[in-house]
Each structure stands twice: as C-alpha cells, then as structure tokens.
C-alpha cells in the first residue's frame, strides 16, 4: 500500500511563496510520475502540475503557469510544489497524487494513489 503525505501547506499574504511536499512511501516511487491538484471550496478537484518519473518534463495548467514549479527528489520520494507570486485564487487544498505509469497527464482518473492534502489559504 502507498501513501501520500503532504506538508508546507498555510496561510498566506498574496505576493508570498510556499513551499509544498509529499512523501511517498514504498520502494517505487521514482518510476512513477506524480501531480498536484487543488480543489477550491464548491469546486472540483483540478490539476495543477505533473512530472515525469525521471523528472525530465513536466505540464502545468495554465493559471499557474509561470509561478509554481514542480519538482521530484527520487532519493528522498519527495515530491516538491514551489508556489509563488500566490494569489488569493490559488487558495485550496491541495493534493498529491501517483500516477499510475512513468509519464502521466492531467487527467485525475490517471493517478492511483492520492494523499489527504494540505490546506493553502492566500489573503488578499
């Protein structure tokens, strides 16, 4: 069994930064991709960024684009998100999550194990 555990989550200012992680556990994390995704109150859940399991390439959804970066220490099964320049609407709780192969995309129905996510709240 996987699982996910993020961290780094808070309150904020808008123009700060945070920064996010999400340990796996298991011997097989770095050959998965891993995501992050966020869901809003009232909202669904969206993608924000994924990364390929050797860290090569990785997409984000175009509203963070620019500000956060996602990144992967394979040797520690740690999943990063950078987040600056954070705005008020970025406010959410956001989610980690493995893919199910090597290089994944947006589309949540492709990642297998999620973590309880880590409450981001920027104020205005």
């Known amino acids: 069994q996987v699982q996910l555990v993020e961290s780094g989550g808070g309150l904020v200012q808008a123009g700060a930064s945070l920064r996010l992680s999400c340990t796996a556990s298991?011997?097989?994390?770095?050959?998965?991709?891993m995501g992050w995704f966020r869901q809003a109150p009232g909202k669904e859940r969206v993608f924000v960024a994924t990364?390929?399991?050797?860290?090569?390439?990785?997409v984000y959804a175009d509203s963070v684009k620019g500000r956060f970066t996602i990144s992967r220490d394979n040797a520690k099964n740690t999943v990063y998100l950078q987040m600056n320049s954070l705005k008020p609407k970025d406010t959410a709780v956001y989610y980690c999550?493995?893919?199910?192969?090597?290089?994944?995309?947006?589309?949540?129905?492709?990642?297998?194990?999620w973590g309880q996510g880590t409450q981001v709240t920027v104020s205005s």
């Open positions: 298991g011997r097989t994390f770095s050959i998965y991709a």
């Open positions: 990364i390929t399991w050797t860290g090569e390439t990785t």
């Open positions: 999550a493995r893919g199910a192969t090597a290089v994944t995309g947006p589309n949540s129905r492709d990642y297998t194990y």
